[in-house]
């Protein structure tokens, strides 16, 4: 089998990290064909001449530079290279992660050998919050198939969590264009593409296909200055993203919940939109057909009441 695979990487003022990410490539298996679409958000760094700089540098390594003429929306710069993808297998590589010199190699293995529509890979993870000491093995799970019950576990915090940054996964081309492409669904939350990134990593299991986590840890992943997950002040606002996200999952495939996972669901969109008849940073989330909280006046009294929603 003829190994190849396209990369996509989005980018905006980070040309120091961007160098970073594309050198993770040029260790790859040399034998592997790589497409690397990089998508420019209207930079004003040196992102250009990081580029340009890699062109030709490595026979395996094709380059396709997009830049951009004014500042769009982060999620449509991601959308912008979907047309570019001309490889059976893609992966999106965030310009502040990279790969460990075997990535790409045990990536391709496992998604053919597992005749799987998407796999996702355990990480280390370097952030400002931990120093940039590295975090090993960041998720605690073993090697798995996953299942919808696992991963609404994982969401819900009911069981460890899962990686849902899409620097961690690698998909079958056509499934991470649908998944992109639907994830535009969780518009109030796409300005961050907060929650854009658990639709894109899960969608081909909530579909029926079969996917994995692999605890091998072959991605790195930054937690910088500048990153929207440690930058996202409110955590309440992030954490409710991706409950939305899971929502639209669950109801465009008709997946089933337990007792459980309902009652936790419903309360967080309870709280949440209780939070935004006080603060108009929360936007009332109504768009749900499956879950509809209907909780007592007590309980909204003792919502109201509470200080922890006035902040």
């Known amino acids: 089998m ?136 960041y998720y605690k799970h073993n090697d798995k198939k996953l299942t919808t019950e696992i991963v609404i576990n994982s969401i819900l915090r009911i069981e460890n969590a899962l990686p849902v940054t899409p620097s961690a996964a690698v998909q079958t081309s056509d499934s991470l264009s649908e998944a992109l492409l639907f994830s535009e669904i969780n518009s109030d939350c796409s300005e961050k593409v907060i929650g854009n990134d658990l639709i894109m990593n899960f969608f081909p299991l909530f579909q029926g296909c079969n996917s994995y986590f692999i605890n091998k840890s072959i991605v790195n992943l930054w937690g910088g200055e500048d990153s929207i997950t440690v930058n996202t002040t409110n955590g309440k606002i992030l954490n409710f993203c991706y409950i939305k996200s899971l929502v639209y999952l669950l109801e465009k495939f008709y997946c089933e919940t337990t007792i459980n996972q309902s009652k936790k669901i419903n309360h967080k969109i309870f709280a949440n939109n209780i939070r935004s008849l006080i603060n108009s940073e929360y936007v009332k989330f109504n768009d749900s057909n499956k879950f509809k909280p209907r909780p007592s006046i007590k309980e909204v009294s003792r919502y109201l009441l509470n200080k922890t929603f006035q902040n």
């Open 2 to 137: 003829k190994k190849e695979i396209t990369i996509l990487i989005p980018t905006f003022n980070r040309s120091e990290l961007l160098n970073r990410s594309l050198s993770s490539l040029g260790l790859q298996d040399e034998r592997i064909f790589i497409h690397c679409v990089i998508s420019d958000n209207f930079s004003q760094d040196e992102t250009k001449e990081v580029v340009n700089s890699w062109i030709n540098r490595k026979s395996n390594l094709k380059i396709t530079y997009i830049k951009h003429d004014s500042d769009i929306r982060p999620l449509d710069n991601w959308m912008s290279m979907l047309g570019y993808i001309d490889t059976e297998y893609s992966k999106f590589l965030f310009d502040d992660d990279w790969l460990k010199g075997n990535a790409l190699n045990q990536m391709l293995n496992d998604i053919t050998k597992l005749k799987a529509k998407s796999i996702i890979y355990n990480t280390n993870i370097y952030a400002k919050t931990h120093n940039y000491d590295p975090i090993v093995d």
